[in-house]
């Protein structure tokens, strides 16, 4: 696996769980965000931001994973994520 399996595993890791089966759930099986609301029972506004910080906490942590590995400044991070 290269470097952004790896970076993308370890920022996955650290998700909670919610977060993680909300994004999969979401993504990777087609939920809508009815039915996301409604299985945990919450507003659908609820889930989308659920959805939005769970994705930029995955995209700030690859970004940090792999600037650093790849000896980035935070501009040169920042500017990809």
Do not use: C, M
Not at 23 to 43: F, I, P
């Amino acid at each position: 696996a290269g470097p952004w399996k790896h970076a993308l595993d370890e920022a996955f890791a650290q998700l909670t769980p919610r977060e993680r089966n909300v994004l999969r759930l979401h993504y990777a099986d087609g939920w809508s965000l009815e039915r996301l609301a409604a299985t945990y029972k919450v507003h659908r506004a609820t889930v989308a931001r659920w959805i939005a910080a769970a994705k930029q906490q995955v995209l700030t942590e690859v970004g940090q994973r792999l600037g650093s590995g790849l000896g980035l400044s935070a501009g040169e991070i920042q500017s990809v994520t």
